[in-house]
């Protein structure tokens, strides 16, 4: 699909690997609806690239619908959708001060996969019923899960299930969705410099970046950004999950 003059959202689209992949979008001609929970910078890059921001807890179905509704309605109906909104905690099964926290686990898990397929489900009800492009496509969804759906570490439980079942969802929804023109793919990025790990000292960053085979540095959310605009330009990509990861392996620790 070319991007160009298509309506795409970007959820998280106010920071990390959604702001990337969004002003990439952009600089492709795409027009952009950012959706986040975090106004302030979601509004500073959409007006930067001529995009929109939208309110929008992906956990919620109400708030979804109300989010992909404004989205039409103020730039019509979008083809593209790129899921990039996340949390993460650091949390052992059993800790020192007992075990995990179901609602801490049940959060993550909101947000990460239950998150993810709400913005799916509610994209896709809409996308099926636009006229088809070239090749019969109507949509193209592109998923963030994470190597650590993988090689999940020492304290990533959570984080490891939410993003293992975003990988698992892959394949049964882009079955799902072929019918309609829908393509689906997954990103499982490795260690990337985001603002999470821009909070991290520089030496500790250098250490991690030193893990990864080749580069041994961190990813860019650019390389991210631009995985994903090829996953959208590329017809037969489908139904893959594409480890982003610079060929790294987690340890345990």
């Keep these: 699909m070319n991007p160009s003059g298509i309506v795409a959202i970007v959820t998280g689209g106010g920071s990390g690997l959604g702001e990337a992949t969004a002003r990439a979008l952009a600089a492709k001609g795409a027009r952009l609806?950012?959706?986040d929970v975090g106004m302030d910078r979601a509004e500073k890059v959409a007006g930067e690239i001529g995009g929109i921001a939208v309110k929008c807890d992906v956990s919620s179905a109400e708030g979804g619908e109300a989010a992909f509704a404004e989205a039409a309605e103020r730039l019509g109906p979008a083809r593209i959708l790129v899921n990039c909104a996340g949390i993460a905690i650091a949390m052992k099964t059993v800790g020192k001060d007992g075990p995990h926290?179901?609602?801490?686990?049940?959060?993550v898990l909101e947000v990460n996969l239950l998150g993810t397929f709400n913005m799916i489900r509610l994209f896709a009800a809409r996308a099926q019923n636009?006229?088809?492009l070239d090749g019969g496509e109507r949509g193209v969804i592109v998923n963030t899960a994470s190597v650590a759906a993988f090689d999940g570490q020492i304290g990533q439980v959570a984080y490891s299930s939410s993003k293992g079942g975003?990988?698992?969802?892959?394949?049964p929804v882009a079955r799902d969705l072929a019918r309609s023109g829908i393509r689906v793919c997954t990103i499982a990025p490795g260690i990337f410099r985001t603002p999470m790990m821009d909070g991290l000292p520089k030496e500790a960053q250098d250490s991690l970046g030193h893990q990864v085979p080749f580069p041994p540095r961190l990813g860019e959310p650019s390389e991210y950004a631009a995985l994903a605009c090829h996953i959208v330009e590329n017809q037969m990509l489908n139904g893959e999950t594409i480890r982003l990861?610079?060929?790294i392996r987690m340890a345990p620790k």
């Design 33 to 35: 609806a950012l959706f």
């Design 101 to 107: 926290p179901l609602d801490l686990y049940r959060k």
């Design 130 to 132: 636009l006229d088809p």
């Design 166 to 171: 975003v990988v698992g969802m892959t394949l």
């Design 245 to 247: 990861d610079g060929a």
